[in-house]
């Protein structure tokens, strides 16, 4: 039995020890929701309870009461929209959804850095969700906030904004990322090259992690959910082994399944490194992004003799081979991008924010998170899908993603 | 073989120059030195005849004759006197005479290709158990000739026409699944679906168990193989990877280019007889008219390429690991005594030439034959141990690829394995008997990966120790320069993959091991990595009726490239008439077919859009692309015939038209409950928000960072655990605590202006015991709240909780009734009433 977490008795058994009060609390309330599930509620004016389940979701935090008694004499809609001004939405509920992309472990529990906090900007600001991959954009702390400036070497800016538990729907301001880094303009691609990007994912290896973790946050797909062996293998690197331990039966049947999709889009990040001391810091908290416009990185040609006739990065050039085979559904854009490939990350992240993954990833994580349960219903499904339409043709407003799913996933309280 | 034509280009060594001129066999290479003590077993008489006429006699007379004029050897027959036997070579009588019959039986320019080689190759009196080796062995005594005639530049391709044949007919997966159906489906939906299946608990692509069968058939199709079906995946999944067998996973046996599996009974078996089923359904068809084919061809059909621009001229024991069958791999230096090779525990034969050593199995040679090695580097003082090697793990602890010692704590050098290091032992007068301190490529460098590499060990008194990988030197300095080898024992053994004591098992692929009485230089060891290991063939795929070019051929060096696959590189456009100069011709979505079949795995070339043009031809021909890909066996190297296919080729066009994927239908978890609780930092900010205590506070800040870990991450019920509500009680007393400590916050949370020692009474039966309950039950429930309880009920539960509190222990000081008041209201903001999402 965990503490406060008592199931229903059955069929007249008793437990040995006495119910702890909170989860006799907890308990009550559980059934209580259950109850309330059943009735149907007003489609225009929604009942307190409804709007305090609203704005639970969407901010995290409760309501007041005087603010409880405003949204339930309106719509379910107006009471989320209240909900998303709430500071704990943008401190909690976003940057939380967010955290776990910037980082390698995937982790919660990291601290507020360039890439969280443009996410949550660009959310606040209602910025199409849809350059997220691809916009010169970032978002720093303003002057009033009293925090370190931004510095391409280390993260002070973002982590005394944690400490200092600041508002960040009021302090985060809207800048040019090109003008606070130095990149150059064409090399930027939003949240991809900010510096906790590349201190996650262009930091040593072979850049090929910034491909899987980009396809895992944002179009929910891992690669072992996208594998495809019928892709032809000409853009996979000399560094992949096409017999590993003496078998090439494990490059035809695992290995190719992945990089013969992988190498061709990673080549995107060609220009692109993450530099450190190794000696003097060898975490490389104090690193900072590269980019070597027309010069391939070294790190392109490591081990390349694991299979002399691979493929020889020449450039930063890509290509979508996902535009053909199983993962041809992922529903790429060909009309914004006819021949599926390009040069550098940022059309590379024009590419990715321009399927139909990418918009329903961000809608089915939003309705996760919100609804507290992945779709699990036709109804869901249908619903999901209906939002991701929305999203879409709507201007990719991610706030707006989150209203829809608190007043779908509140209806009928 | 039918060859009509000879081509005069020639093709030099593995770099495919060509060169037009006939005897020029291309400049440089490294200089050549005779072996010097290679002393046949055989009983030969004392040479008292005339001297080498010319200094190529004398090359002869070294490399070649001595070794064949033994009795046991071609001497026997090949001799001046009785039987005499034309070409008599191998005569003792005149090294001269026996130089100009040679000469009628060697090719010196490509010398795999020589009379006798292939004569000796196919069977004829083999003085070993293996042709092959006796081919191999005498292919090393005409290339030691030739080096030390020419300087051991390599040998001469010369590309030969293949048989002109058509694609064959092929049996090729019908549009209906009902034969699948029928047949292998229903294993897959017993056995595999609970994994590869969409709806499964923990869905694992490929989805070829799937509950709808279209899309099951549209991912089991790559994993099965009607015209070969042992080749099918799915049995090698179950024979080989013992992968989530349901029954005995069988085994698959490779002897003498056979592959079997067995038992029927066993995993592998019954997807086997599935599979053969589903195959005898459908019927051999013709290969599509509508393709734009090439003309077919075998492996054998090809040209050879390998074996060229090896410098072996110092060569003392060498392994190639050709003969495939039976537990001897032999020593085809062509010095003598043979070390041959006995193989032991798990130790299987491999494709396209090596062995696969497996956990406990090891190659070991006799002390006697091995003898030959510490003889004959000790009278040089240096050596080279140059080996291709294929690592199958790369957590390995003191794993011996190649050693010769006498057990773990005895050896004269040993090249092993640590991790992602070789490692390098050898006995000197700078080392103990074991060969320690051993030298080993940095850790850091991660120099040895799970693929197939060319690794040297070298040794010379100047330099010490060194290590080349794939060609290039590691750069770890050896700190026992200037020591001495003297101190080596001659009762050791070479032993491969393991320790004589069989206690350093070493797991992976061995293609090639050579032992040499010199320390190999930096650009001989060079030339050795680019000439590669294994047979290779130039395949000459025509395409000339369909380009109208004379004699074109789109030309693959190709080889068998382990026991799974073939390797197929450089594609290059080339006419084989001299006078042709092809322009204009237009070369798209080029594939490899096997079998009349076109793999769908593999096809790098399926992307190729060149043309070949005057402009960039040239006499070597028009390199297509610079790739190389992998395709998977199917029959075997003996017979599986390959063609390649284009989307476009000339004017000639075939459109590929890919299946369209089927979507999968969504599957649904369990409902899950429709509330769940808040997280770390919601929880963290409604206590905040409860108590009106900053998140900043430094005393919260600190239990926060302490707890936050600690606190639930997963939103929903089902995850909620005790260790997370110990979290949430620490954090809302310690909120609670400050509260009760910050004056300006007490009257708004507990509804008195201060927590004085009246308030609760001294048992806790005070008026302000109510006001205190009633202001924190109200806080945190609301008003008008259907969903929460009702806040007389909890009200009600923190009067009797004060008072228990303040009966064990009287609330007579302020200090208590605080205590008190933050118990109260941690009870009230740290139950389900705040947590509840």
Known sequence: MKYGMAKPEMNGTRRAQPTPRGATHLLRAVLCAGTFTLLSANALAITKDQAKRIYDRIAGVPATDAQLTTMAGGTANAAAQLATQDPAFYNNTVRNMATPWTNRDQTVFAPLNDYTATVIGMVRDNIPFNTLLSADIIYTADAAAGVPAYSNSNNDMYEALDTDGADLKMHLQQKVQSAVTGLPTAATAGVLTTRASAYAFFMDGTNRRMYRFTMMNHLCADLQTIPDITRPPDRIRQDVTRSPGGDSGLFLNNCIECHSSMDPMAQAFAYYNYSYNVAADPTGAAGSIVYTAGQVQPKYFINNTNFPQGYVTPDDSWANRMRGGVNSLLGWDIAANPSGSGSGAKSLGSELEGSTAFASCQVSRVFKYVCLRAPSTTADTTQVNTMTASFKSGGYSLRQVFIDAAVYCTAGM | ?837
């Open chain 2, 1 to 837: 073989m039918n060859f009509k034509y000879i081509s005069s280009l020639r093709l030099v060594g593995l770099g495919a120059v060509l060169s037009l001129a006939v005897t020029a066999c291309g400049g440089g290479g490294a200089p050549t030195t005779a072996t010097g003590a290679t002393a046949p077993t055989g009983s030969a008489n004392a040479y008292t005849g005339p001297a080498a006429a010319t200094a190529d006699v004398q090359a002869f007379a070294v490399n070649f004759w001595a070794n064949v004029r033994v009795q046991n050897r071609c001497g026997q027959c090949h001799n001046a006197t009785s039987p005499a036997q034309m070409p008599n070579f191998a005569r003792s009588d005149d090294v001269n005479l026996a130089y100009a019959q040679a000469n009628t039986v060697v090719n010196l320019q490509q010398p795999s290709t020589s009379l006798i080689v292939t004569k000796v190759s196919g069977g004829h009196n083999c003085w070993l158990a293996d042709p092959n080796a006796c081919g191999e062995i005498l292919t090393t005594w005409i290339s030691n000739w030739a080096g030390a005639s020419v300087g051991g530049t390599g040998t001469q391709v010369q590309l030969k026409p293949p048989p002109a044949q058509n694609v064959g007919s092929s049996k090729n997966f019908p549009a209906s699944t009902a034969n699948f159906q029928a047949t292998v489906y229903p294993l897959l939906t017993q056995y595999c679906s609970k994994c590869h299946a969409p709806d499964a608990a923990t869905p694992q692509s490929p989805y070829f168990a799937s509950s709808d069968i279209n899309q099951a058939y549209q991912y089991a199709i790559p994993k099965m193989n009607l015209n070969t079906p042992i080749s099918s995946r799915f049995v090698s999944r179950m024979a080989v990877d013992q992968h989530n067998c349901w029954t005995v996973c069988g085994t698959m046996v490779t002897d003498a280019g056979v592959t079997t599996v067995g038992p029927a009974s066993s995993s592998a078996g019954i997807f086997l007889a599935a599979i053969k089923n589903f195959a005898g359904m459908v019927p051999t068809t013709a290969v599509d008219a509508s393709l734009v084919n090439s003309q077919a061809l075998t492996l054998a059909q090809g040209t050879i390429a390998s074996g060229a621009n090896r410098f072996d001229s110092n060569v003392i024991a060498k392994y190639e690991f050709q003969t495939g069958t039976g537990l001897v791999a032999y020593d085809t230096s062509g010095v003598d005594p043979s070390a041959d090779l006995s193989l032991s525990g798990s130790v299987s034969w491999a494709g396209g030439w090596g062995i696969t050593v497996g956990a406990g199995g090891k190659a070991q040679a006799s002390t006697s034959s091995s003898k030959k090695i510490h003889d004959l580097i000790e009278a040089t003082g240096e050596y080279t141990v140059e080996a291709w090697v294929a690592p199958a793990l790369v957590a390995a602890d003191k794993s011996y690829m190649v050693s010769y010692s006498g057990g773990d704590t005895l050896r004269n050098f040993t090249l092993g394995q640590t991790n992602q290091n070789y490692d390098y032992l050898m006995r000197s007068s700078g080392s103990d008997l074991n060969g320690m301190p051993q030298l080993a490529t940095p850790t850091a460098a991660t120099v040895l990966q799970a693929t197939l590499q060319h690794v040297v060990l070298t040794y010379d008194p100047v330099n010490g120790r060194q290590i080349y990988v794939n060609g290039v030197s590691t750069n770890v300095t050896d700190p026992q320069k200037g020591g001495s080898i003297a101190n080596w024992d001659d009762t050791f053994a070479l032993v491969l993959g393991n320790e004589v004591s069989s206690d350093r098992s070493w797991q992976g692929l061995i293609k090639f091991v050579a032992i040499h009485d010199r320390a190999l230089t930096a650009p001989q060891i060079l030339q050795n990595f680019n000439a590669g290991v294994g047979q290779r063939f130039f395949l000459l795929f025509n395409v000339a009726a369909t380009t109208g070019v004379s004699q074109g051929y789109v030309m693959f060096t190709g080889a068998q490239y382990d026991s799974a696959s073939y390797l197929f590189t450089s594609p290059t456009f080339i006419s084989l008439d001299s006078t042709v100069k092809p322009d204009n011709v237009v070369i798209k979505g080029m594939r490899i077919g096997i079998n009349g079949n076109i793999p769908t795995v593999g096809q790098a070339y399926s992307t190729l859009d060149t043309t070949v043009t005057a402009a960039n031809y040239t006499a070597a021909g028009q390199l297509l692309s610079k790739v190389g890909t992998v395709i998977a066996i199917q029959s075997g190297p003996l017979t599986d015939q390959f063609f390649l296919s284009f989307d476009q080729l000339g004017s000639k066009t075939h459109v590929t038209t890919e299946p369209t994927p089927i979507a999968i239908a969504p599957s649904y978890p369990p409902m899950a409950a429709a509330v769940g609780v808040r997280t770390f930092a919601q929880i963290n900010a409604t206590l905040s928000k409860l108590t009106g205590v900053p998140t900043t506070n430094a005393a919260v800040m600190q239990t926060y960072t302490t707890v936050q870990q600690q606190l639930p991450v997963d939103p929903t019920l089902e995850s909620f655990s005790s260790a997370n509500q110990v979290g949430i009680a620490q954090l809302s007393i310690q909120y609670c605590n400050t509260a009760v400590n910050t004056p300006t916050l007490v009257q708004a949370l507990f509804g008195v202006p201060s927590i004085t020692s009246a308030v609760f009474g001294a048992t806790g039966t005070a008026a302000g015991t109510t006001t205190v309950s009633n202001a924190l039950a109200a806080r945190v429930v609301g008003t008008g709240l259907t969903s929460q309880p009702p806040a007389i009920a909890v009200s009600g539960e923190l009067i009797t909780m004060i008072g228990k509190l303040c009966t064990s222990s009287a609330c007579t000081t302020q200090a208590r009734a605080q205590a008190v008041a933050a118990a109260a209201c941690a009870a009230a903001f740290g139950g389900s009433e705040m947590l509840i999402n």
